[in-house]
């Protein structure tokens, strides 16, 4: 494992600190460098003493993801990263009027498959470090000047697959003393990995969970999610119950309306039977038809025609505004267009 700087959560550089006898509050120090001076220059850091300097240089890396194309759009902006090892992820700037929010990327390609999801048709090459996802944050605020509000974990990957690696990457953007996004400005999004979910309600972190539903069956959703095979919607209703009754949150169900696939008004009617009575709300996210794929999004009538069967049976339910499209912003497009180049 890469040993960068941008891994360690407060606790794990403290107790790095403590393990070669220094001070516990040299993490803290670092952490105010690293995140409020935003220097990541060691021999700058000049509260801490020559030599405990040099033995952090020689302990970590200080490698960079860096930024090799950036795309503007109206309220949008898209970046596509360059790993060290020569992967290339993206992550997408949305400016919202509440603030800015950023979708990142979670892994190098995604190894879910989901039939209309332009990051799984090219597979999972490895996970992000923790490093690798704080860097995406740290770039686009340096990149603009603007300070990121909210985070989603919608970009490239699945986040529960590569769940150590994300929980620690959210402990360090939660953290007061580093990038300190309120817990309810993060949402995670899952395609539903029922036995990561169990463990994440555990976990005593109180942010947004999303999961990707996009079908009322199993029928339906086997075909278009193969994971549906391990984690059914069966399966996924109940972890979701207890989630709620542990956490005493919301949970928020995504849908993407696939023209002819899902979004039949006895879709609508089986959606809201399986949903009635649980603390949720469903966000409808038009289809954004990628190259390759031959799925279409839903006309808008049977968009409105579905929210509104929703609406009538109690059901929460919002249309998710659109962003992106126009520049290939929508969930690993750029990175699939630079491989295929
Ligand atoms: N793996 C996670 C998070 C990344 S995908 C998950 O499955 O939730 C984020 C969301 O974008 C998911 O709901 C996913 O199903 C959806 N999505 C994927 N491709 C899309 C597309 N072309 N248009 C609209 N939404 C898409």
Redesign the pocket.
């Known amino acids: 494992m890469n040993n960068n700087i941008y891994n360690y959560t407060q606790e794990n550089l403290e107790e790095y600190f403590l393990s070669i006898g220094d001070k516990k509050f040299r993490a803290m120090q670092i952490y105010e460098w690293l995140y409020k001076k935003r220097m990541d220059n060691i021999d700058k850091m000049l509260n801490i003493k020559k030599d405990t300097r040099e033995k952090i240089k020689d302990e970590f890396s200080d490698d960079w993801i860096k930024i090799v194309d950036i795309k503007q759009g109206e309220d949008v902006v898209k970046f596509l990263f360059e790993l060290i090892d020569d992967h290339y992820i993206e992550a997408v700037l949305m400016k919202h009027n509440y603030g800015n929010s950023l979708c990142v990327s979670?892994q190098v390609g995604?190894n879910?498959g989901?039939r209309?999801?332009?990051?799984g048709r090219l597979k999972k090459v490895r996970n992000l470090q923790t490093y690798e996802m704080v860097q995406q944050i740290l770039l686009v605020e340096k990149e603009l000047d603007i300070r990121i509000s909210h985070v989603v974990?919608?970009?490239?990957?699945?986040?529960f697959d590569n769940y150590n690696n994300v929980l620690n990457f959210i402990k360090i953007i939660n953290n007061p003393r580093a990038i300190e996004i309120g817990a309810r400005h993060i949402t995670l999004?899952?395609?539903g990995l029922v036995k990561k979910i169990e463990k994440f309600m555990n976990e005593g972190i109180q942010v947004n969970l999303?999961?990707?539903l996009?079908a009322p069956n199993n029928k339906i959703r086997s075909r278009i999610m193969p994971i549906n095979k391990v984690c059914n919607i069966d399966k996924i209703m109940e972890v979701v119950k207890k989630y709620i009754e542990k956490t005493n949150r919301r949970v928020t169900f995504?849908y993407?309306m696939l023209d002819g696939v899902n979004d039949t008004d006895e879709c609508a009617k089986e959606l809201s039977d399986i949903l009635n009575g649980l603390n949720c709300y469903v966000n409808l996210?038009?289809?954004?038809?990628?190259q390759n794929?031959r799925y279409k999004r839903s006309k808008s009538s049977q968009i409105t025609r579905f929210y509104d069967i929703l609406k009538k049976n109690g059901i929460n339910v919002t249309v998710r505004r659109e962003f992106g499209s126009l520049i290939d912003a929508?969930?690993?497009q750029l990175r699939a267009k630079k491989m295929e180049e």
Do not use: D, K, R, V
């Not at 974990?153 to 986040?159: A, F, N, Q, S």
């Not at 996210?285 to 990628?290: A, R």
């Open positions: 979670t995604c879910m989901c209309f999801c332009q990051s974990l919608m970009g490239i990957g699945e986040p999004s899952t395609c999303a999961i990707s996009h995504e993407i996210i038009p289809y954004n038809e990628t794929i929508a969930c690993g």
